[in-house]
């Protein structure tokens, strides 16, 4: 029996109504508390208190006031969650597989490690080599020397010397003078490199800081830019002295021109290329490849840093000098006559003027002469309209100089003679057009030299009515109208000869003349020479011999003969224009005192190029001595202003100042014969 405790004063509190409260009462400690035992009470064993007891009616205490809780609020009932699925557990593998399969995967890794470096050692070795050693080798070009040009006596029209590139890396020179301990500014270094360079201090400045890019956030110090060109060693050593940051220099070749504006329009002039001077007019052009030979080069192996490594060895391709030209040109005589026409085209306003000077039994050109000319060395202050040779690129209607390729062609077919006899007219119809001379006169009795001697249109024009075009057209292709000269010059222009079949029914009595086609001042030389030299036409030549970098001379090839007529209606012609330097022609001003003189003079009208005339061409061209040519002069003013404007007033005189220089230069003294009487008239 379950002991009352009653007695001892407890008080009992009756289990709570379950029908009161949904929720159960707490459980109870599986491990009551000890009650007390009263004296004389035997204790139960373990094993009967754990025996289950036999229910007993138990005393009904007392009646006490029983407290109850309050009802709690009733919760509602929880959102029944669906049951999760179970759970995938992975199922680990054992620990002799997992060291089975990392084995495995090292074996593969170390079988392609090998096959890779299998692959790089053995088959690629080679390629990877090669690219090695060009990623560290370099190529240094070795500017191979540009030859020379001389004249016939060895005197330098151009040649090369050895210079140097100044130039600047602004981001260096940026980075430079932003040290703590740089003693240079941006301003600094401009103001000590301008009078060195040449150059004012604010082009300095402008090139020291020069940016690129566009958008702000891009713009940034450029990392290249040129100072100056050709400065020589000396000064080259004293910038480099000054360790100025960002500054250095290299080599290039400065090219000289010694003579100044002399030959210029014949040499011409070479500019400044990344493997040299580069040949840009004239023969400089022309010629370029053999003046510039062949560059060399030199390949070496750097480090990261750009310093040579000298232990691994390099390969050298030594460069090639550019060959030296030497000219027929005589440079006392080619200045004689820029000089000479230089003066003359100032003195007369003259748009322009040439002068030729040819040898006509070599076809060798002694001079060449134009102004206004230009300084090969001073290009920036030269008009560009100057820096061609106007003896090959400036084209003209000829005029009464054309005369003597009438003439010559009608004596050559039989159909005139010297003393035959022509009735010249006031005025003369002509395919349907008025002719008249330039001077007004009565009915004329003139001989076939008076004709050439006082230069009349109409008797030139009744001898080319009986040649006839096709002759006509014939003779003048002989004597190289219409053809390039063979000079290879560049620029040059052969003129306009139409053939026959556009010819209109003025084209006969007009070219017959000079009228109605175009030459330069070399062809018109060129006819001359070819009657100086007993009617032979020599090839004009310019380029004596070509030496090369062995320093063997090789003779240019020698000037093509072409017969155009014999050498007794040469003979005839000769006499016929020593006639127009009397006092009967009308060059009295070409002669020269001691020598037999032969030539012509011509006034021709400027076309405008829209159909009519504007201006004149006043010319004259001889040869000297006359019985025996050794020198062809030819002189040609464009469109002189001031005073006259007929060849024999203002081309005759610069004619005889640059032939007796000539004459004299080349040491050509007088035959001392007597000239030829020629009749002028018949009774």
Known sequence: DRPDHSAEGHAVTPPPDRRSSQRPAPARSRTPARAKVPAGTQRRSTTEREAPRRPQQARRPAQ???????????RQPRPVRQPRPPRQRLALARPAQRIRRALIFLVVLLCLLGARLVQLQTFDSKALAALATKQRTTDRILPAMRGAIYDRNGAPLAMSVDARLISADPLEVATGVALKNSKWTVASIASTLAPMLGMTVADVTTRLTKTTGKAP????????????????????????????????????????????????????????????????????????????????????????????????????????????ITLTINRDIQWEA????????????????????????????????????????????????????????????????????????????GLITPESPVDVPPTYLAGGHLFHDAEVHPLEHLTVAGVLAKSSNIGTIQIAQKLGQQHLYDYMSKYGFGQLSGLGLPGENKGVLLPVAKWSNTSLPTIA???????????????????????????????????????VAQPAAAPKGVRVVSSSVAKQVSDMLEAVTTDQGTAPQARIPGYRVAGKTGTAQRADGKGGYTGYTASFVGFAPADKPQLVVEVVLQNPVTGSHFGGSIAAPVFQQVMSFALAAEGIAPTGTTPPTVKITYP
Do not use: C, W
């Open 513 to 551: 003349f000079g009228q109605g086609i175009s030459v330069n001042a070399l062809q018109v030389a060129s006819v001359y020479a070819t009657i100086a030299n007993g009617g032979v036409r020599m090839t004009p030549k310019l380029v004596e011999s070509t030496t090369g970098p062995n320093g």
């Open 217 to 324: 956030a891009k713009v940034r110090p450029a990392s290249y830019v040129v100072l100056a060109h050709s400065i020589t060693p000396t000064v080259a050593a004293q910038i480099a002295a000054l360790k100025l940051p960002g500054i250095a220099s290299s080599q290039e070749q400065q090219r000289l021109y010694p003579g100044g504006d002399v030959a210029a329009s014949i040499v011409g002039f070479a500019g400044t290329g990344p493997n040299g001077p580069t040949g840009l007019a004239g023969l400089e052009y022309a010629f370029n490849k053999q003046l510039s030979g062949t560059n060399g080069k030199q390949q070496v192996q750097v480090s990261v840093g750009g310093t040579t490594i000298p232990e691994a060895g390099q390969s050298l391709v030594p460069a090639v000098q550019g060959s030296n």
């Open 64 to 74: 006490r006031a029983v407290r109850t809780a309050p009802p709690r609020p009733v």
């Open 338 to 413: 820029q000089q000479a026409i230089t003066t003359q085209v100032a003195k007369t306003g003259a748009a322009s003027g040439t002068v030729v000077v040819m040898n006509p039994r070599t076809g060798e050109i002694l001079a060449m002469a134009t102004a206004p000319t230009f300084d090969p060395s001073h290009l920036t202050a030269a008009d560009k309209a100057n820096l061609g040779n106007r003896a090959v690129t400036d084209v003209y209607e000829p005029g009464s100089v054309n005369k003597v390729i009438t003439l010559s062609a009608a004596m050559q077919e």
